[in-house]
């Protein structure tokens, strides 16, 4: 059979790889090959058909018997509609002073969901129980906001990773005050092959209530879903998403991506490979001379610190972007597809510019 034929032309490089985001890269190809799996005939639309209804089964052997998906288009709207549903009208949500929800998301889930950020600098992005009381207060108080839900990301816009144990700590602290915990797990994958402990381990097993679980940064095409653990703490899912824009209506094509992603070990390989290239990188810059690595490289991330020329001449020959361009910091990121090709010649492209 002849493939099928297309007007569409290739309107990039493919052998370009960059250091700005996981997004830049590509799906999967074990991804596409679902897609077109799941291609063909008819099926029922908004979350009826048969994918679907796997794709529960798969995330149950990840989550516990009680998890259910929810699958819906990109991380913003599982978080927007993740938080909503575990707040009232005057709720509001705890969070890190660098949480993707505060600092990435347009006032998305204050906008839409019509809640209130209640953040808290932290020296490496991660919420303790000493840190959530900061803001924790005020819970009669009709003038403020109320306290209802503490959100965490795993792992972090900083790139270090949560320990079980930290989440339980933060969990159990946030249950004694009456808080619900949402985790924001748009890179929960690299976090998981970090700690090399299954996912179970540091969410429902820790007390995580409700989590936004990540697929596009991991290989998928696009879609996320919102995997609602604690059945008793969320109401209304299924309308709230609806009322987000968040139903696809051909939802076959994204949760056969991941369950692509999720039946078996591509979630894993994906992000080991990733964690892998992150620490190639690091490693090299480490032996460039005032070029500072800010953060423990846990991740897929590396931050870093180097003079504001040199970064600017790199960005001409990769894509990054800075962090904080006044202190000269910058966040170099790597994706399932990165190659320990595409870090030499990065380091040595770096190594070139710092000696200039």
């Known amino acids: ?20 985001s996981d997004n830049y890269a590509g799906a999967h190809p074990e991804v596409l090959a679902a897609l077109a799996v799941a291609n063909g005939g008819h099926q029922i639309s908004y979350g009826e058909d048969d994918y679907t209804t796997h794709l529960q089964q798969v995330v149950r052997s990840h989550f516990g018997a ?3 998906a929810f699958p819906v288009f990109n991380g913003t709207g599982a978080n927007v509609i993740a938080l909503q549903a575990v707040t009232d009208r005057w709720g509001a949500v705890i969070c890190a002073e660098t949480a993707h929800v505060h600092t990435d998301e347009c006032g998305a889930p204050e906008h839409v969901a019509g809640l209130k950020l209640l953040t808290v600098p932290t020296p490496d992005g991660k919420l303790t129980p000493e840190l959530i009381d900061r803001q924790a207060f005020g819970f009669d108080d ?16 900083l790139g270090t990773v949560y320990t079980p144990a930290e989440i339980r700590a933060v969990c159990d602290h946030a249950h004694q005050l009456g808080l619900l915990v949402h985790m ?15 996912m179970r381990a540091f969410t429902n097993a820790a007390g995580v ?7 596009t940064k991991n290989g998928a095409l696009f879609g996320e879903a919102v995997v609602v653990l604690n059945q008793d703490a969320v109401r209304h899912m299924k309308h709230l998403r609806k009322l987000s824009m968040q139903l696809a209506s051909k939802m076959r094509f994204v949760s056969v991506q991941l369950e692509a992603l999720l039946a078996r070990d591509l979630w894993l ?3 080991r490979h990733a964690n892998a290239m992150a620490q190639r990188l690091a490693e090299g810059v480490r032996t460039v001379h005032g070029v500072e690595i800010l953060h423990p490289v846990q991740a ?7 003079p504001h020329d040199v970064s600017e001449r790199l960005q001409k020959r990769y894509r990054f972007y800075f962090w904080d361009e006044a202190a000269g ?26 000696a200039r």
Not at 300 to 306: G, I, K, S, T, Y
Request: charged share 30%; proline share 5%.
């Open 1 to 20: 059979m002849n493939p099928p034929r297309t007007d569409a032309r290739r309107r990039h490089d493919p052998d370009i790889r960059g250091f700005a």
């Open 66 to 68: 009680t998890a259910e």
């Open 142 to 157: 009709e003038h403020r906001a109320m306290p209802q839900v503490v959100s965490i990301t795993q792992n972090t816009e």
């Open 184 to 198: 924001d797990g748009a890179r929960i994958a690299n976090a998981a092959a970090a700690l090399d402990v299954p």
């Open 209 to 215: 209530d409700i989590l936004s679980f990540g697929g």
């Open 269 to 271: 390989r994906n992000a």
């Open 300 to 306: 897929n991330a590396v931050f870093a610190r180097l």
């Open 329 to 354: 910091d910058v966040r170099w990121m790597c994706a399932f597809d990165t190659t320990e090709e595409d870090v030499d010649a990065f380091v040595a492209a770096l190594k070139e510019e710092m």
